[in-house]
C-alpha cells in the first residue's frame, strides 16, 4: 500500500478542494464590516511596523490575538499589498489544511471510504465552505482545534506517552488567533474522552492542565508585550472578550441569544446535509421506537436509571473509539458554547468536521443497503439545480419586474441585485452556470446506481452547486452591495493632498465594545480615515450621513463647524463633507 501523502486519492482530494475554493476568493468585495476590520489590522502592521497591538486611524486596538493577522500580513507583504483574495487566503488554507489532515485522520481508522466522505460532507457543510471563503479568525481557529484534537487522539493510540507536542503546538497558535478557547475545548474533549474510557481521573487532569499550560506560552508572552503596548485598554479588553463574555457580565451586550440558537445554527449551517436528515427522519421505525420509549418509562424510577446506564455503558464497550471520540468532541464542544450568553453560529464550526463523519457513516449505509433516502435526497438536489438555472434564464430575459421588490427599506438594493443577475456574460460565467445544471442533468442517468458510486455523485451534486454560486451567482449578488466605487468617488473628490477624512457615527457613541466604523470605506481608502468625534480637527473631510450629522448638528455648530456637502453617495446613505472650524463662531463653552 502507498503511503497515504503519496496515495492517489489525497491527491485528487486536495485537486478538487483546491480548485472549488482558491480562484474564488477574490471574485466579491468587502460588504460587511467583519472583513475589513481584521484586514485593516493586518494592513496597519505593515504600516506602522507594529506586529504586537496595532492601533487603526480610529485609534481603536484589535479584538483578538494576531496569529491570523500575522497570516494575511505575510500573505500581503508577499502580494506587495492587502487585497480580498489575500486576506482570505489563510481562511481557506485553514480548510484545506484541515480537509486534508481529517482524511489521514480518519483514513487510518475508518477506511478510505469513509474518510473521504467525511471530509467532503464537512467541506460542503454551508457554514464551513462559507468560512473558509472569508477574512474573519474562526476558520482558523477551528482548523487549529480541530488538528490540535486529531494529534491529542493520536496521542491516546500511542499510550499517552510524554507530551503530545504537536497538540500543544496547535493549541497555543489557536490561543494565539483567538484566546484561552483555543486550549480550553481541546482539553476538555479530550479529557472527557479519557474518562469514559476509564483512565484515572487525577492523571487525565494532570495530563490536560501540562498540555494546557504548555499551549499558553506563546499567548503569556504576547499577553505581556500588547500589555506593555496598549496598558490598560488591552486588560480591559481581554477581560470584556474572555472572562465578561463567558460569564455574562460584559459592560455590553452583543449577539445575547437562548442555548436553543445553537440548535437552530447547526441544523442550518450544516446545509444541504440537513435535508438529508429530514428525509431519514421519515424512514424510521418510530412506532418500534416509542413502543421501547413507553415500555422503560412504565418501569419504576429506579429500574429505569439502571437500565439507563447499562445501556451506556453496553453502547460504549461496543463502540469504536473514533465513534465515541467523534461523539464526545461534538457534544463537549457544543454544550460548552451554551453556556455564555453571546453566541455565534460560526462558535460551533470545530464540531462540523466530526458530525460530518456520522453524517458519512449514514450516507455509506443508505448507499450500501437502504439507498432510497439518499436516492431522494440526490434527485431534489438534482431538481433544484434545474430551478436553479431556469430561475437564472427568467432573469436574464428580463422577465422579473421591479415591481416585485416593492417601495421598502431594501427595495434599491434588490434590485440592483436583479440588475446585475441580469447582466452576468462571458463564457467563463456560463461554463460555471452550466457546471451543476449538467451534473444534475447526470444525476437521472446515474441515479440508479448503488455504493460507492452513488455517494460520489450525491457528493458531486452538492459541490457542483457550490461552483456555480461560488463563481458567479454570490460574487455578482454581493457586489452589488459593496462600497468599493464609492471609495474611489470619494478619494477623488477627497484627495489626502486637500486634507485629512474623518468619521462620525452616531452609533458609534452608543455601541460600547462592537465598535461601528464605514471599514469597508476606511479600508478601500487605505486606512485614511479618522474619529471626527473625539479628535476634532480644524478642517478636513467628514463621512457621515444625513441623519447622523442631524443628530449632532447643532453640538457642531456650537463649537464652530461649517460643513459644505461634496458628496451623495447612492447607497446607505453616505455623505462626504468639507469642514472648517471657525473659532469665531463657536458658542461660550459651559464650564
Same mark, same amino acid.
Given at each position: 500500500m502507498k503511503p497515504v501523502l503519496h496515495g492517489r486519492t489525497f491527491l485528487l482530494l486536495a485537486l478538487l478542494c483546491t480548485i472549488t475554493l482558491l480562484p474564488f476568493l477574490g471574485l466579491f468585495d468587502y460588504h460587511t464590516k467583519g472583513e475589513p476590520r481584521e484586514s485593516i489590522v493586518a494592513m496597519t502592521m505593515l504600516t506602522d511596523g507594529n506586529w504586537i497591538m496595532p492601533r487603526n486611524s480610529y485609534g481603536e486596538i484589535a479584538y483578538k490575538p494576531p496569529f491570523f493577522h500575522w497570516c494575511i500580513a505575510v500573505v500581503s507583504a508577499i502580494q506587495g499589498k492587502v487585497t480580498e483574495a489575500g486576506s482570505r487566503l489563510p481562511s481557506a488554507i485553514a480548510l484545506l489544511l484541515m480537509t486534508l489532515g481529517g482524511y489521514i485522520f480518519f483514513l487510518r481508522r475508518t477506511g478510505k471510504r469513509t474518510a473521504l466522505l467525511t471530509v467532503l460532507v464537512g467541506f460542503t457543510a454551508f457554514e464551513i465552505h462559507r468560512a473558509g471563503a472569508n477574512c474573519r479568525v474562526d476558520m482558523v481557529l477551528t482548523a487549529l482545534i480541530t488538528g490540535a484534537l486529531y494529534r491529542l487522539y493520536e496521542w491516546y493510540d500511542k499510550g499517552m506517552k510524554g507530551v503530545a507536542w504537536s497538540a500543544v503546538l496547535l493549541m497555543g497558535l489557536a490561543t494565539m488567533t483567538k484566546g484561552p478557547v483555543g486550549s480550553i475545548l481541546p482539553c476538555l474533549s479530550m479529557g472527557i474522552f479519557l474518562l469514559l474510557k476509564r483512565q484515572n481521573f487525577w492523571k487525565v487532569l494532570l495530563k490536560m492542565t501540562i498540555f494546557g499550560v504548555l499551549s499558553l506560552v506563546f499567548y503569556a508572552i504576547w499577553f505581556y508585550a500588547a500589555w506593555q503596548t496598549a496598558g490598560d485598554d488591552f486588560i480591559n479588553l481581554v477581560y470584556e472578550e474572555n472572562i465578561g463574555r463567558m460569564t455574562g457580565t460584559m459592560t455590553y451586550k452583543v449577539h445575547v441569544l437562548p442555548w436553543t440558537f445553537n440548535i437552530v445554527s447547526v441544523v442550518a449551517g450544516f446545509v444541504p446535509w440537513t435535508l438529508l436528515f429530514l428525509i431519514a427522519l421519515f424512514f424510521v421505525n418510530w412506532k418500534a421506537f416509542f413502543g421501547n420509549l413507553w415500555q422503560w418509562w412504565t418501569d419504576n424510577v429506579g429500574v429505569r436509571i439502571r437500565s439507563l446506564f447499562e445501556n451506556i455503558n453496553f453502547a460504549l464497550a461496543k463502540a469504536h473509539d473514533i465513534d465515541i471520540f467523534s461523539l464526545v468532541c461534538t457534544a463537549a464542544i457544543f454544550i460548552f458554547y451554551c453556556i455564555p450568553e453571546s453566541k455565534r453560529s460560526v462558535y460551533l464550526m470545530p464540531i462540523y468536521p466530526f458530525i460530518g463523519y456520522f453524517v458519512a457513516r449514514y450516507i455509506l449505509y443508505c448507499a450500501d443497503t437502504r439507498p432510497k433516502p439518499l436516492r431522494i435526497f440526490g434527485s431534489i438536489l438534482a431538481v433544484l439545480t434545474s430551478v436553479l438555472f431556469i430561475a437564472f434564464i #427568467?432573469?436574464?430575459?428580463?422577465?422579473? !419586474?421591479?415591481?416585485?421588490?416593492g417601495s421598502g427599506r431594501h427595495a434599491a438594493q434588490n434590485i440592483a441585485m436583479l440588475h446585475s443577475l441580469e447582466d452576468i456574460g462571458g463564457v467563463a460565467s456560463w461554463l460555471l452556470v452550466l457546471v451543476p445544471t449538467a451534473a444534475g442533468a447526470a444525476w437521472w442517468h446515474f441515479r440508479k446506481e =448503488?455504493?460507492?458510486?452513488?455517494?460520489?455523485?450525491?457528493?458531486?451534486?452538492?459541490?457542483? #452547486?457550490?461552483?456555480?454560486? $461560488?463563481?458567479?451567482?454570490? !460574487?455578482?449578488?454581493?457586489?452589488?452591495?459593496?462600497?468599493? =466605487? #464609492?471609495? @474611489?468617488?470619494? $478619494?477623488?473628490?477627497? !484627495? @489626502?493632498?486637500e486634507g485629512n477624512i474623518y468619521e462620525f457615527m452616531e452609533l458609534s457613541l452608543e455601541v460600547k465594545g462592537d465598535p461601528l466604523h464605514f471599514f469597508e470605506l476606511n479600508f478601500y481608502l487605505n486606512d485614511r480615515i479618522g474619529s471626527f468625534y473625539y479628535e476634532q480637527p480644524d478642517s478636513g473631510f467628514l463621512l457621515t450621513t444625513a441623519y447622523d450629522l442631524g443628530v449632532r448638528g447643532e453640538e457642531f455648530a456650537a463649537k464652530g463647524y461649517e460643513f459644505t456637502l461634496c458628496y451623495e453617495a447612492p447607497k446607505r446613505g453616505i455623505q462626504l463633507y468639507r469642514f472648517n472650524k471657525n473659532a469665531e463662531k463657536a458658542l461660550p463653552q459651559q464650564p
Open positions: #427568467i432573469v436574464k430575459l428580463q422577465l422579473v !419586474p421591479e415591481s416585485v421588490f =448503488e455504493g460507492t458510486a452513488m455517494a460520489a455523485y450525491v457528493v458531486a451534486l452538492v459541490m457542483s #452547486i457550490y461552483v456555480a454560486l $461560488d463563481g458567479v451567482y454570490t !460574487p455578482t449578488v454581493l457586489n452589488s452591495k459593496s462600497v468599493k =466605487e #464609492i471609495a @474611489a468617488e470619494i $478619494d477623488r473628490r477627497a !484627495p @489626502a493632498s
